[in-house]
Nanobody, 121 residues
Framework: QVQLEESGGGLVQPGGSLRLSCAAS????????MGWYRQAPGQQRELVAT???????NYADSVKGQFTISRDNAKNTVYLQMNTLKPEDTAVYYC???????????????WGQGTQVTVSS
């Protein structure tokens, strides 16, 4: 059993900051890529950022220079630092992770339950 638990969402004023966390727990041998996605009302889920186990990050053009993804491999946790937030950043933010449960096993993609981020005055 593997679970991803997100935290850190909430209501913030435009220009403010939030830091999201996503911790993976359970039967985990290794984690490859971890990522953040978001889904605004009436829209499709979209990529925000991903990061490899070596720390290589990739960002959607819309958040480059505004958001920073990082991870702590020892804690199986990925973070998303969001600065200068705008109303259009309002969405449910989901984390995911490619997890290998044993040394010779396949990787599986797991998703968290999502955390709401609302940017409004």
């Amino acid at each position: 059993q593997v679970q991803l638990e997100e935290s850190g969402g909430g209501l913030v004023q435009p220009g403010g900051s939030l830091r999201l966390s996503c911790a993976a727990s359970g039967s985990i041998f290794s984690i490859n890529v971890m990522g953040w996605y978001r889904q605004a009302p009436g829209q499709q889920r979209e990529l925000v950022a991903t990061i490899t186990s070596a720390g290589r990050a990739n960002y959607a053009d819309s958040v480059k220079g505004q958001f920073t993804i990082s991870r702590d491999n020892a804690k199986n946790t990925v973070y998303l630092q969001m600065n200068t937030l705008k109303p259009e950043d309002t969405a449910v933010y989901y984390c995911n992770a490619n997890i290998r449960k044993r040394n010779d096993g396949p990787t599986y993609l797991y998703w968290g339950q999502g955390t709401q981020v609302t940017v409004s005055s």
